[in-house]
């Protein structure tokens, strides 16, 4: 019932083996090695602090995570990788896609990335539950932004189709800041490149179906699954969505989805049935015949209560807690090969609780990739070929 005393050896009092207290005892043994390195670069490159401050690990130019409001946002602060042609010398890297042409109500994702990285800087690296310290554990970079084209989806398709390809064939683990929506088409068209002969499963976390061919004459953001599972690389029988409900669902999408006999839980599914049964469901389908997950976190998939800052806010979605739990156990169970987070639109959020609920997605998932042994990656996954090549189609029509 109990396993260690609190305060002294002549204490009666016994620690009760609670989620907390294991967490305390994780600490004690994750390394400094990474916090050490970042203080002895920031005195190096800063400069010693003045004479009168006594903490002598204080520079007098602000390098590392220190002070959180100081100093230029990249995610959590990580190194910025302008070369990337090195990107494959880094465990996880991050890319913002600041796209927002496929948007067919409310603009505003474009700045999503730029939004995620500055409220980013209020987070450590390390989780206490978890017993995480990512700046310990895994090397993380931030390789900037991907160049898009402005009115243009599809220009802006193929430069993020290029871009995530060069991450993922480099064996780092690739996450994506959207941006809106319709870029789940070309990052999984990114991935699908360089499969090979291999296939990959979508667990899309979201309240609409985002399955139409077109929308307003376009590929837009309700659109990216019908082109993406059009791919031979990634069959429309392993694309589940979890969260999907209310009143923004397209019935052309619907359509789609029962055409194509993809897989879908409302969130009264998942509440009903239980969030340990709803993570077996989709499992068990997006990994039926696949190598490897994507993962698709539209962070609308939540209760608009707490993510006002997206440009289609619907109530009823899923609790943060119930989210991150799903999320969690997925990425602990199944051989995740990517992760975007999509549709965050800072000019209508709240004091960046939107920003900040993308960041924990992000953070959660590097963390659960640790945990699971995915990271850091000893050998690039064998699900990834070398040679580019393009996606083979399936006709739908």
């Not at 005393?5 to 967490?23: I, L, M, V, Y």
């Not at 800041?177 to 667990?203: A, E, N, W």
């Not at 998939?301 to 999320?327: Q, Y």
């Amino acid at each position: 019932m109990t396993d260690q005393s609190f305060g002294d050896a002549n204490s009666h009092f016994q620690r009760p083996k609670t989620q907390a207290n294991r967490a305390l005892e994780k600490e004690a043994n994750l390394p400094l090695t990474g916090w050490q390195q970042e203080v002895s670069r920031g005195l190096e490159f800063g400069l010693e602090a003045a004479e009168s401050i006594s903490d002598r690990s204080i520079p007098t130019f602000s390098r590392g995570e220190l002070p959180h409001f100081a100093g230029i946002n990249t995610f959590l602060k990580a190194p910025y990788l302008e070369d990337v042609r090195k990107v494959g010398e880094y465990d996880v890297a991050i890319v913002g896609v600041p796209h927002d042409s496929g948007t067919t109500y409310r603009p505003g994702t474009r700045f999503g990335p730029q939004g995620i990285r500055r409220i980013s800087a209020l987070y450590t690296p390390y989780n206490f539950e978890l017993g995480v310290d990512l700046r310990e554990q895994i090397t993380l970079c931030d390789v900037g932004d991907i160049f898009t084209i402005p009115a243009n989806n599809e220009k802006s398709f193929d430069q993020i189709s290029k871009g995530i390809a060069h991450i993922f064939s480099s064996g780092a683990f690739p996450i994506i800041m959207g941006g809106d929506h319709s870029i789940g088409f070309p990052t999984v068209r990114g991935v699908c490149r360089h499969l090979g002969d291999k296939k990959v499963g979508i667990i899309h976390f979201d309240r609409d179906v985002d399955t139409q061919e077109t929308d307003l004459d376009e590929r837009m953001h309700t659109c990216p699954w019908f082109h993406a599972t059009n791919i031979k690389n990634a069959p429309a029988k392993n694309l589940v969505q979890l969260g999907i409900g209310g009143w923004q669902v397209p019935r052309q999408g619907v359509k789609v989805c029962r055409e194509r006999a993809t897989n879908i839980l409302t969130v009264t599914d998942i509440t009903e049935m239980g969030l340990d049964a709803a993570v077996n469901f989709a499992l068990e389908r997006a990994l039926d015949g696949t190598d490897c997950v994507y993962i698709s976190f539209d962070i609308d998939c939540i209760d608009a209560g707490f993510v006002p800052g997206t440009g289609w806010p619907e109530p009823g979605g899923l609790l943060p807690r119930e989210a991150l739990s799903m999320l969690g156990k997925i990425v602990q169970k199944a051989p995740i090969c990517g992760l975007e987070v999509v549709e965050v639109s800072p000019p209508y959020d709240i004091s960046d609780i939107t920003s900040l609920m993308a960041t924990r997605v992000i953070c959660d998932t590097m963390a659960h990739l640790v945990i699971s042994g995915q990271l850091p990656r000893k050998e690039k996954p064998a699900y990834i070929h070398p040679e580019a090549q393009s996606e083979l189609v399936e006709d739908w029509r």
